[in-house]
């Protein structure tokens, strides 16, 4: 478990980034974007422009990392396709626990 922020920094954040993480206020915790490196943690403002850009870049990549990391087997391929998205929704979800 991990203490929660209680202020915001807008200093850029520039070591590479392990995860990300969104606080919502609750006093005395602040409304922050928190990103996880090798150093720390860092709670940044999230309405910062370079905030959203890293946090797009971020899911961007982790995004192709699992669609290049491990290609399913060609016999599954049609299986996925006929059960209508129920990978997609496995994929969504995954980013929409970051934000719970």
Not at 32 to 54: H, L, M, N, S, Y
Not at 67 to 87: A, E, F, N, W, Y
Request: hydrophobic content about 30%.
């Amino acid at each position: 478990m991990y203490s929660c922020c209680n202020k915001v920094s807008t200093a850029k954040v520039t070591d590479p980034i392990i995860d990300i993480r969104l606080q919502h206020e609750s006093l005395p915790c602040v409304k922050a974007v928190i990103f996880e490196t090798e150093r720390g943690d860092f709670c940044c403002d999230p309405r910062q422009p370079w905030v959203r850009v890293k946090v797009k870049q971020f899911f961007r990549a982790q995004s192709n990392k699992r669609l290049t990391s491990t290609p399913p087997p060609t016999s599954s391929i049609s299986d996925q396709t006929r059960v209508g998205g129920s990978t997609q929704a496995t994929d969504s979800s995954s980013v929409t626990n970051v934000y719970k």
